[in-house]
């Protein structure tokens, strides 16, 4: 009965450290993905982040970059003024690569009007099919991930160009929201 109390205990132990960070994430990040940021950049970050103060860099193309927000399992970096990436431990119900768990990133291009892409990679940063996760709208959109849930909600903006006074001006904002179930994004 020990014996069982104890391979328990290893087991539960186990398990718990299993659990990647965010923070580990962004430190075996290739920099490939991020060219801005180079691993000394991000680590920077992170040290930032701990200490309590503004998370800002200086980037690979001398302008400042700035983490935002880092969890444990949601991290938010402006790159510049018109892009930004949003990273996201998603748990998975059948292991990838050996890991219970999946990065979902999304990057998001422009100023007046965003735009997204969104990639999902296995915790050894092995990018994974995205049309296996989520089904996205056609149209041009913008992503945004969720925080505090694995939510994401997809935007879509237009407007119309040179109108010929502010009454004229027509802004389309469509959003759908989607919830991750432990293998796909689904629509709710």
Not at 137 to 147: A, G, Q
Not at 173 to 186: C, D, P, R, Y
Request: contains cysteine; negative net charge; aromatic residues 10%.
């Amino acid at each position: 009965m020990k014996l069982f109390f104890i391979i328990i205990s290893l087991f539960l132990t186990c398990t718990a450290e299993a659990q990647v960070k965010m923070r580990d994430v962004i430190k075996q990040m290739p920099d490939s993905l991020v060219p801005y940021l180079k691993q000394n950049a991000r680590l920077d970050f992170i040290d930032f982040m701990d200490s309590g103060m503004k998370a800002e860099v200086s980037n690979e193309f001398g302008g400042k970059s700035q983490m935002t927000e880092l969890t444990d399992d949601y991290a938010s970096l402006t790159l510049n003024s018109a892009s930004q990436i949003q990273l996201r431990l998603l748990d998975v119900s059948e292991p990838v690569d050996d890991a219970r768990q999946i990065i979902c990133m999304v990057r998001t291009y422009g100023d007046d009007i965003r735009e997204s892409t969104i990639g999902f990679y296995s915790m050894k940063w092995r990018p994974l099919p995205q049309e296996e996760r989520i089904a996205l709208p056609s149209y041009m959109h913008h992503i945004v991930l969720s925080s505090n849930v694995p939510e994401l909600t997809v935007y879509r903006e237009t407007s119309m160009d040179a109108p010929a006074n502010e009454e004229q001006k027509e802004i389309d904002k469509t959003l759908i929201s989607f919830k991750w179930n432990g293998e796909v994004f689904k629509m709710y």
